[in-house]
């Protein structure tokens, strides 16, 4: 499930790069015990994917190209419960754009950071920097990535996600039995479910 996002030159390409790392991912393999141990999590996209029973995997994705980008949720799972994850990957943008917290955004952070000192083999210099030249047409050291990144806030990435995510379609791809999805029907059949649940603060029925 995937909204339109900014490219490689737009003003939000940083955030949506810290956006990435707020929603986090998930493997059934690697993180369950993070899912149902509340100490153990890791991003607050745990607390969601809780509420969606056999599912196996969950990565969040952006993808710059040189004039636009995208930039959404897979989930791998249950063909049972295709609506639940759809429901959430149409509404858990529009949540972050009112509740996300600085918490969240400095272990995102810190993911970022581990990451940028990880860039060690030649390899790794080569698919970080190749897409670099082609669209920016210079080298952007990790220094400046992680000084772009620092000066980030929750304030600022709650805007972007009123302006990427709120009152936008976002686009489904399914592979698989279709019934669940197709009776599931667009976002905008979402839209009073969400602004109910904001209004209260109230989650639990996810």
Known sequence: MFYEAPGWRDE???AFLLLQRVFGNFNQFLNYEQLIDVPFQNNITHEFMRAIPDLDRYDSIFSPYSDCGIFGHYFFGDAAYAQQMSYIGGIIGEIMSEYLTDVEVTRAKNKMYHELLAIHTA?????????QYLNLGRKVPRSEIATRISS???KHLRSVCKKWFVDK???FTSWGPMDDILQNGLYNSHKVVLQNMLQNR???ML
């Open 12 to 14: 939000d390409f940083y």
């Open 123 to 131: 390899s790794d210099q080569m698919q970080q920097y190749g897409p």
């Open 152 to 154: 980030l806030d929750a």
């Open 169 to 171: 379609e976002p686009s």
């Open 202 to 204: 109230h989650f639990d």
